[in-house]
Structures are given as C-alpha cells and as structure tokens.
C-alpha cells in the first residue's frame, strides 16, 4: 500500500500548478522548454508599433522578391526553394537602416484627425514577425501556374488573361479554403448565381 500511495501522491503533484502560475485567477500560458521561456517574454508590450511603414514596404518586398525567387528557381533541374526564413533574418538590418534614417516627422491625412510617421521608433520583433508574415505568403506557389505554364510550353498555346486569372483564383480559392463573398463581401452580391422562378 505504501508505494501505490507514493504513485498517487508524484502523480497528482504532476497536475498541480503552484501560485505563482496563477495570475488573477488566470494560467500562465508558459512553454515547458527552458531555452523558451528564457528567451519569449509572455506577455505582449502593447506599445510597440506593428503595422509600420517599415512593415508595409518590407513585407511587399519580400513577399514579391521570394515568389519570383522561388518561381524563377523552380524551373532548374534541381529546383532551389528561398524559405520566409531568409527574409526573416535579411529585413533585421534593412529595417534597422531604416529606422536610423526615416524621417520621424508626423503626417496628417487630409480631412481627418488621422496622422502617422514613417519611423515610429526602433525597429522591434512584432514587425519583424509581420514582414516573415509577408514573406511566408510569396515564398509559396500558385497551384495553377504549372497548368498556365504546360499549356504555353507542352502545348504551344496561350491562355488569354481572363481565362488564366479565373483558373488561378478559383484553385487558390479552393486550395486555401475561402470563398469570395467571404473574402469581398462588397462585391458578395455578384457572384450569386441567380434562382430561376417557377
């Protein structure tokens, strides 16, 4: 009976959190990986600014440059794949550069209260997430390209631009699992096929 109950007892202390996990009745949600917790705060510093100028200009960049990269690289005999990784790691110094040198005056939309300025401070980790964001969206393929592309090079025939743009939005809106009222709901209306009155 003695180690049955020593059993029970180490196993129950494995789910008992202590009181410094609690926080306003509240769990802390902390990763059990050491290296983790010493290097990701948890909790968020709502201060920093995220959707920068820096974040905007350097996300479309990269976003464009990793899918050209990816699609001219694809064709080769071994084909290369360019990760939002690197574009992670490359936009730490580009955005540093840039938030030495931007300007830090602010700007006001004309006719409202809005203003912004295109160096909010140093550049932080949020923005840096958001450009791999970016990135992780052009790093990968259209689905439907290599349907446009064999068509052209197999069949030595052209798709007309409607005809290629519809097959590439219908597959990516197939693949990704969207819907196009959902995703443009101002133009929702339009796509409705019409019922027939009896």
């Not at 990701?40 to 974040?55: A, E, G, S, Y």
């Not at 580009?94 to 809005?114: C, D, E, H, N």
């Not at 393929?141 to 446009?148: F, K």
Request: glycine share 6%; net charge neutral; aromatic share 12%.
């Amino acid at each position: 009976m003695g180690e049955e109950d020593d059993v029970i007892a180490s196993h129950s202390q494995l789910h008992v959190k202590p009181f410094s996990d609690l926080v306003s009745g509240e769990e802390i949600n902390d990763s059990p990986i050491e290296e983790v917790r010493l290097t990701v705060p948890i909790t968020d510093d709502t201060t920093l600014p995220c959707l920068t100028f820096r974040t905007w200009v350097l996300g479309i960049a990269s976003c464009i440059i990793l899918s050209y990269a990816n699609k001219f690289f694809g064709f080769r005999a071994n084909p290369l794949f360019v990760s939002s990784v690197t574009a992670q790691i490359a936009v730490v110094p580009i955005g540093k550069l840039m938030a030495a040198t931007l300007p830090t005056r602010q700007y006001t939309v004309p006719f409202t209260s809005w203003s912004f300025t295109l160096n909010p401070g140093p550049f932080n980790l949020k923005e840096n997430v958001l450009i791999t964001m970016f990135a992780s969206c052009g790093s990968g393929g259209v689905y439907a390209d290599h349907i446009i592309i064999s068509v052209k090079a197999y069949y030595h025939q052209g798709l007309k631009f409607a005809a290629a743009f519809f097959l590439v939005l219908t597959l990516k809106s197939i693949f990704s699992n969207t819907c196009i009222p959902e995703a443009l709901p101002s133009v929702g209306p339009v796509f409705r096929i019409p019922i027939l009155k009896k």
